[in-house]
């Protein structure tokens, strides 16, 4: 018997509703992957309750029991007899699981001779072969090159279209914001926050950089959005706004137009390296462009308590229509990882009005020219 | 459990079926080593330990008496060590795959049978050749084999299931039970005739649950005779106690399992 008794999760309950995409996040060790085995069905709760309605397929550890000496169809059909199908459903999927792998000649070849990333190719094909009720992924959604990721991405999303619900664990905010509708925070075996992907992701940012002495602050904004703002507080954030072509304040600008971002900080307490970050991010939290002044070489050293800085970042709106945000960090180094003094999270909302370019999609403002000639004679 | 078996008899087979593959696909003369490494193993006994040892088993002419005589104990008792010899790790060979798939996990050991079982049946064959080439009698009686290798399936599933469950939580077991089958082939009459022991021993080997199984293979490949069934009740008794109780054990345990693999 074990000496001591260690709880991987406790005090945990959430429903998911079918059809729904829930991203878990949190650092390692956190207890995402054993909530995601206890649903899979793989582990059993000490304590507790687990309610699960329909088929589960999880991609735990793609080519999970992948003999290498067989061939990569010997191993589909074993795979696919693991995960509880007849030999009859098998042969059915089989071609189709072979021309979404796309490895060609290689699939009647030994697994031995496979890159891991045909390895992962065949072991995601199956592994999504037959639509599930209930998909829980695990940090399988970034294998194999870009081409088969957005193959393997359009899948999934296929099969939330047609009801699927899904549970994904993944530490990369576009992947989870992208495709999840609501997220959930583990600490420590612990939920700590379940709520809008962004508004989680926030929460997440500013926890890890949690240190001593630091503070956390989560207030509503009118907007119905949520502000995250968290630091040890040695500097601070004191103005920020938006001026417009004409140099006056503005939340709205025009497509192109030339802004300026004017940032002020105050110092509180002597700070040996200070560095300001900051972030545009679109209405689903996807940073457009982000930098910092460690990057532009513009650190500012040996700043006192008292003194005041004022920063002017020019560039031209150069976005899609939509509502964007703007994230300040104030920093040592190159990250906030090692000192974070203030994050400040949606510090400024403006938004981006297309009144005098031609209709486009997306949200950069490319500026293209379309030359249309007229060939034959 | 068991409607969890019938759902994954297509996938149970095919396991097997890739076992066997992944054994011989990388040699040159593949599913042919299935058959010519027991007909090696027979033909060593045969060769080897009738013409250089010529010994001689008492009551019976044929001077390949021994021999075959070696190989019946023996047809029983790789059938009981090797069910039970891989059934030891079994669980934790198979961890990561129990950990991160979810399936019937009894479909797991029905493997390891289904595999020992089919070894047993190629070394059951070659025997048969062999009798067939050197010129011993063979009788109707063989066919008692049937229901004897369902007993000793039985009884072998029975404590390798024990077994293999425990050394989930206690690895020393697979560290024991290869020295114990050691020192229990050696006790078993397999390479010897019982009747080399004195009498007063006897009762002490009747202690053996093996032991009755292997004479009741003897009786029936070299003496041709039919099964004692009376010596083969308290072996069955034992086996159907023991499967029952180590199926019981491994159900409650299945869930823990996986926490300490």
């Known amino acids: ?27 390692n060790g956190a207890g995402k992957s054993t909530l995601l085995k206890l649903i899979a069905g793989t582990l059993t709760a000490t304590e507790g309750s687990i309610q699960v309605n329909g088929r589960v397929a999880a991609i735990l550890e793609l080519g999970m029991g992948f003999n290498s000496d067989l061939t990569g169809r010997e ?61 829980i992924v695990d940090e399988a959604l970034s294998v194999g090159d870009t081409y088969f990721q957005h193959k393997s991405f359009n899948r999934i999303r296929e099969f939330r279209e047609k009801g699927t619900t899904l549970i994904i664990v993944s530490h990369d905010r576009s992947t989870i914001q992208s495709i999840c509708d609501r997220a959930i925070l583990l600490d420590r075996g612990c939920m700590i926050k379940d709520g809008e992907p962004e508004e989680v992701f926030d929460f997440y940012n500013a926890i890890i950089a949690e240190k001593e002495n630091s ?84 650190i500012i050293t040996n700043a006192r308590a008292g003194d005041e800085y004022e920063f002017k970042i020019l560039f031209n709106a150069n976005f899609g229509a939509g509502s964007y945000s703007v994230v ?42 379309m030359v249309v000639a007229q060939n034959g004679y | 459990m068991f409607d969890g078996l019938w759902r994954y008899r297509g996938f149970i087979l095919s396991m097997i079926k890739n076992e066997f593959r992944a054994k011989f696909v990388r040699s040159k003369l593949g599913g042919l080593w299935m058959i010519l490494n027991p007909l090696s193993q027979v033909a060593i006994y045969a060769l080897v330990l009738s013409n250089v040892l010529s010994a001689k088993l008492p009551g019976i002419s044929n001077r390949y008496a021994y021999a075959v005589y070696l190989m019946a104990g023996l047809l029983s008792w790789t059938l009981f060590s090797e069910i039970v010899g891989r059934f030891l790790n079994l669980f934790v060979d198979q961890g990561n795959l129990m950990k991160k798939v979810s399936f019937p996990r009894i479909t797991l050991p029905i493997v390891v049978v289904g595999s020992c079982l089919i070894n047993n049946i190629l070394l059951f064959f070659s025997i048969l050749f062999a009798l067939v080439v050197l010129n011993f009698d063979i009788g109707l009686n063989v066919f008692w084999i ?74 029936v490949i070299v003496h041709g005779k039919s099964v004692d069934i009376e010596s083969l009740l308290p072996v069955l008794m034992l086996s159907i106690t023991l499967v029952i109780f180590s199926f019981y054990i491994f159900r409650r345990a299945s869930s823990e399992m996986v926490d300490v693999l």
């Not at chain 1, 998911?16 to 995409?21: D, I, K, L, T, Y």
């Not at chain 1, 007899?81 to 459903?89: D, H, K, P, Q, V």
């Not at chain 1, 956390?216 to 703002?229: A, N």
């Open chain 1, 328 to 369: 300040t960090a104030l920093h040592n180094r190159e990250t906030h990882l090692n000192a974070n003094y203030e994050w400040r999270d949606l510090a400024l909302v403006f938004s981006v009005v297309n009144s005098n370019e031609h209709q486009f999609s997306g949200c950069n403002w490319l500026k293209a020219e």
């Open chain 1, 1 to 27: 018997m074990p000496k001591s008794e260690d709880w991987v999760l406790k005090n945990v309950g959430f429903d998911v509703f079918p059809g729904e995409a829930v991203g878990f996040l949190g650092q």
């Open chain 1, 215 to 298: 503070t956390l602050m989560i207030k509503r904004l009118p907007s119905g959005k949520v502000q995250t703002k968290s630091g040890t507080g040695e500097a601070q954030v004191t103005e920020i706004v938006l001026l417009g072509d004409s140099g006056a304040v503005t939340e709205t600008v025009a497509v192109g137009e030339k802004v300026e971002l004017r940032i002020k900080i105050k110092i509180h307490k002597q700070i040996d390296e200070l560095v300001l970050g900051y972030g545009i991010k679109d209405r689903l939290g996807q940073v457009m462009y982000g930098t910092n002044s460690w990057h532009t070489n513009q």
């Open chain 1, 75 to 135: 191993n589909v059909i074993h795979t696919a007899g693991l995960m509880g199908f007849s030999r009859s459903e098998i042969n059915a999927a089989l071609s189709e699981i072979e021309s979404f792998a796309e490895i060609g000649k290689h699939f009647d070849q030994p697994v031995r001779t496979y890159s891991s990333g045909m390895q992962a190719r065949v072991a995601f094909a199956i592994a999504t072969a037959y639509r599930p009720d209930i998909l």
């Open chain 2, 146 to 219: 049937l229901p004897l290798t369902l007993l000793v399936v039985t009884f072998s599933l029975g404590i390798g299931m024990l077994c293999a469950v425990i050394n989930v939580f206690v690895r020393d077991v697979a560290q024991v039970i290869p020295v114990l089958l050691q020192i229990w082939f050696w006790l078993t009459p397999i390479v010897y005739p019982v009747n080399i022991i004195p009498k007063k021993y006897h009762d002490v080997m009747a202690m053996n649950p093996v032991a009755p199984l292997v004479g009741a293979y003897q009786d």
